[in-house]
């Protein structure tokens, strides 16, 4: 038994530790029938003075409603976090993680005060689109990233406009995908020739 559990490796930290936050905060807020992802799970304004609405800023990504919205976010999640985090590192990757929890957070408790937010699909957006870089080559604009942004963001820009009320924070996807295209090009910008 210890030979074949030597095989499973935990090859992606940040990715899998995610998931498992993740599974263990939608099985508690099943348990507190939501009082916990009210509590810990969501991003929405609150008293600044509360400590918690600085925990939630980061928080809500862990949270989701129901089975259905885990499965939907991490099946894109463990399908292209781990071949970034192998790409780029552990480090980058859970940084521009938390980057883009914090940033969705921002605009959420600041342009939508009646609402709350939780779940990771702005982080699987961000890495949607991040992962478009992955070939880039120098002075070269990956068609990949065109028809990446056109589909994803497009289609959420849409659905916004079609379907303002329908429970899916199209800004948080949004958003995500931004960070994303961001992050890509801070990356893999060229670097300078100090050589001259």
């Known amino acids: 038994m210890k030979k074949i559990l030597s095989k499973f490796q935990y090859n992606s930290p940040v990715i899998l530790t995610m998931t498992l936050l993740s599974a263990a905060a939608l ?21 600044p003075l509360n400590p918690l609405t600085y925990l939630r800023m980061f928080t809500y990504v862990l949270g989701h409603a129901n089975y259905a919205h885990f499965i939907g976010n991490f099946t894109i999640i463990l399908l292209i976090g781990p071949m970034l985090e ?13 980057m883009t929890a914090f940033v969705t957070a921002l605009v959420q408790i600041i342009f939508c005060p009646g609402t709350a937010l939780l779940g990771a699909s702005g982080i ?10 992955t070939n880039l080559r120098k002075d070269g604009i990956p ?24 429970g899916v924070s199209q800004m948080g996807h949004i958003i995500g995908g931004l960070c994303g295209t961001v992050f890509g090009w801070a990356i893999t910008k060229p670097k300078a020739d100090t050589n001259l």
């Open 27 to 47: 099985i508690i807020s099943t348990l507190t029938n939501g009082a916990a992802n009210k509590l810990l799970f969501s991003v929405y304004r609150s008293s």
């Open 86 to 98: 192998e790409k780029y590192g552990s480090k980058p990757l859970l940084k521009m993680m938390a």
């Open 124 to 133: 699987a957006f961000m890495l949607i689109l991040l992962s478009s870089f």
């Open 143 to 166: 068609i990949t990233l065109i028809l990446v942004a056109v589909i994803f963001l497009s289609g959420e820009i849409i659905g916004g406009i079609a379907q303002p009320n329908d």
